[in-house]
């Protein structure tokens, strides 16, 4: 069963700081896309990785491919308080191009 | 561009009701995903549609729930009867053809079972 653990499960951090959250698994997902949830709301994709080794920039957001791809990660540089949200990584399974399987997700907020 | 509509956005029933919740997709978008979310199980794909017809409803917990999509505009999914560990937010989801990536997340509805 492949499974997308991401870590830490909740953070809490000052506006300014700087954070790095995870997403793991065992298996090799063929790409891996990183959403973020706000209250109230559905997830919004933010970014689609899909090179082992790939690195993207989204304004203050840096998404990293695991060169194995089993793993990604999610940096964010000076944390605003519009950053504050749900991080989930979703990758495809299976024989279809259409399932995904969510991550366990980050809780980060960020204060003002 | 309106975006993926949800109704009702927030449903609060009674053990053994029968709730009906209703989507809207992005116009021109050809696929359809009903998901769960909850703290314990995280977000779940209950059931796929493309063009229309479900493809794959594996992930539909139990012959309580069914979910229909009549035409390209509109999908519900119904739960009868309805049970308190059915309490989640649905989404829905819709996605373009041409082996486009995206999917577009509709705002939910909270569903309360007591």
């Known amino acids: 069963t492949q499974l997308l653990e991401q870590s830490p499960q909740f953070l809490s951090i000052q506006e300014g700081e700087n954070l790095t959250v995870y997403c793991n698994s065992s298996s090799v997902f063929s790409s891996l896309q990183w959403y973020r949830q706000e209250p109230g709301e559905g997830p919004v994709l933010l970014v689609t990785?899909?090179?082992?080794?790939e690195v993207k920039k989204l304004k203050r957001l840096t998404f990293q491919f695991g060169d194995a791809r089993k793993d990604s990660s999610l940096h964010i540089t000076a944390a605003q308080p519009g950053d504050t949200g749900l991080y989930l990584c979703a990758g495809p399974f299976g024989s279809g191009t259409y399932k995904y399987i969510f991550g366990t997700g980050t809780r980060l907020k960020v204060l003002a | 561009d309106a975006g993926v509509i949800q109704s009702p956005r927030h449903e609060v029933t009674e053990m053994g009701q029968e709730v009906t919740l209703r989507c809207k997709p992005i116009s021109g978008h050809n696929s359809l995903f009903w998901y769960r979310q909850t703290m314990m199980r995280g977000l779940e794909l209950l059931i796929y549609?493309?063009?229309?017809?479900?493809?794959?409803d594996s992930g539909m917990p139990e012959d309580r729930f069914s979910a229909k999509m009549p035409n390209a505009s509109f999908s519900t999914l119904k739960i009868q009867p309805s049970e308190p560990r059915d309490s989640a937010v649905y989404f829905c989801?819709?996605?373009?053809?041409?082996?486009?990536?995206?999917?577009?997340f509709g705002p939910g509805t909270r569903l309360t079972v007591l």
């Open positions: 989801a819709s996605r373009p053809s041409g082996g486009v990536d995206t999917q577009y």
């Open positions: 990785v899909v090179t082992g080794g």
């Open positions: 549609f493309n063009n229309n017809v479900p493809i794959d």
